[in-house]
């Protein structure tokens, strides 16, 4: 992908805190990265808007039941590692 350079201003104690995490190399792309995860984020948000107004807002029951799901899912992730766990120890 092509690049460009361009001039953005952000509060320097942040971009400071940063620059001190990453260094100096990996900025930019650390830049990129979280202005790529924003516009997912940002896109994610109007898949949202779309889809509450052809089917309405989502409701308490289905957040309730997502959220049911997803502790399924994860026990069943644990529990499967919990299960493999023995093997890779007597290997």
């Known amino acids: 992908m ?3 350079k361009y001039t953005v201003t952000l509060p320097e104690e942040l971009a400071e805190e940063i620059r001190r995490e990453v260094g100096p190399g990996a ?3 650390y ?3 979280a202005i790529e ?3 997912e984020h940002d896109r ?3 898949l949202v808007g ?3 107004g052809e089917y309405g807002p989502v ?3 289905d957040l309730a039941a997502a959220e049911a799901e997803r502790r399924e899912i994860e026990q069943w992730f644990d529990e499967r590692d919990a299960d493999a766990e ?3 120890n007597a290997a």
């Open 2 to 4: 092509a690049t460009k």
């Open 27 to 29: 900025f930019s792309a």
């Open 44 to 46: 994610l948000g109007e």
């Open 31 to 33: 830049v990129t990265r």
């Open 86 to 88: 023995p093997r890779r």
């Open 37 to 39: 995860r924003q516009r």
């Open 50 to 52: 779309r889809l509450e």
């Open 59 to 61: 409701t308490d029951a």
